[in-house]
């Protein structure tokens, strides 16, 4: 089992920038590809940005040029940094991990962009 832990959510006004964190833990054999998906009320879950374990990238068209995913394998953390916030950014955040074909998701972290 691999359990997955987000932290840097909160509130920040539009214009400003966050950063979140995931830390993988648990009965971790490999860390495959990690990302962060996002779910605002009454939508659904939606891609923002994944990272394969050897750095490819890839993004929601909604976050490109704005976010930028990166992660430490010795660490088996992946991070979202998030700058130019907005509105429509609102949402509780979720850390997936992929590990030998199974996938993981944590708690999620709430990020409210306020304009």
């Known amino acids: 089992q691999v359990q997955l832990v987000e932290s840097g959510g909160g509130l920040v006004q539009a214009g400003g920038s966050l950063r979140l964190s995931c830390a993988a833990s648990?009965?971790?054999?490999?860390?495959?590809?990690m990302g962060w998906y996002r779910q605002a009320p009454g939508k659904q879950r939606e891609l923002v940005a994944t990272?394969?374990?050897?750095?490819?990238?890839g993004y929601g068209d909604s976050v490109k040029g704005r976010f930028t995913i990166s992660r430490d394998n010795a660490k088996n953390t992946v991070y979202l940094q998030m700058n130019s916030l907005e509105s429509e950014d609102t949402a509780v955040y979720y850390c997936?991990?992929?590990?030998?074909?199974?996938?993981?998701w944590g708690q999620g972290t709430q990020v409210t962009v306020s304009s």
């Open positions: 990272i394969t374990r050897g750095g490819i990238t």
């Open positions: 997936n991990a992929e590990s030998r074909g199974r996938p993981y």
């Open positions: 648990g009965s971790i054999f490999r860390i495959d590809t």
